[in-house]
């Protein structure tokens, strides 16, 4: 009989994505990699973070901080070139 509900069990779901999250709001099934839960696991240490949704929230601020470079906007311009007798040039 034991061996019955065993087999009916899915191994290695550790969640019900059935189930709501404690703050109500309905769960996603993911699917993630070895390596990349364990990437999630170092930064949800490193941070000290209790959950993996923490974690996310944090990987998605660090990723809007950074600015998207502008290098390369204009790749029609030549270099700058100064004119000899610019109006502007502070003397040295």
């Known amino acids: 009989m034991q061996d019955a509900k065993m087999k009916n069990k899915h191994e290695g779901r550790s969640i019900d994505v059935q189930k709501p999250a404690p703050n109500g709001e309905a769960r996603a099934p993911v ?28 990987l998605y601020r660090m990723w809007r901080r950074n600015e998207p470079s502008m290098a390369g906007a204009f790749p029609g311009i030549g270099p700058f070139a100064r004119e000899d007798d610019d109006p502007n040039r502070v003397p040295y």
């Open 31 to 58: 699917q993630f990699s070895k390596l990349a839960k364990d990437k999630l696991d170092h930064v949800k240490q490193a941070e000290n973070l209790t959950t993996y949704n923490d974690v996310v929230d944090f």
